[in-house]
């Protein structure tokens, strides 16, 4: 549970790193914050693996490159789903998911195996 809470932190400041870096994310409060981190940590661990299956020859095709397309999905899908977070259209979903991915690849680097 630990492990899950430091992700969800991780994911809450790459959030807000693309609410300061790109253009069209919108996020109301602190509060609204942490709780877009954990549901974007539940959408990633329930929704994203059945899309992906859902997905997968179109995945093949483009060579992984629509693992962007889905990911950026599942940031609009939380944007939805969430009052008080805003996203605006694709490009600034891509744009955050981009942003929350390099966040979330360099925390867990420092987390390491504590977050397991």
């Known amino acids: 549970m630990i492990g899950f809470l430091l992700r969800a932190v991780v994911t809450a400041i790459g959030l807000w790193l693309a609410t300061q870096w790109v ?41 992984g490159l629509f693992l962007f397309v889905l990911n950026a999905a599942m940031v609009a899908l939380v944007a939805w789903m969430l009052p008080g977070f805003h996203v605006t259209d694709f490009k600034a979903a891509l744009l955050t998911a981009i942003v929350v991915w390099i966040v979330s690849w360099i925390g867990s680097w420092f987390i390491g195996k504590r977050a397991k």
């Not at 549901?39 to 020859?57: E, H, Q, R, S």
């Open 23 to 63: 253009p069209g994310v919108h996020i109301n409060d602190t509060a609204t914050l942490l709780i877009a981190g954990v549901l974007l940590g539940v959408v990633n661990a329930i929704v994203k693996p059945v899309a992906f299956i859902l997905t997968l020859p179109v995945t093949i095709i483009t060579l």
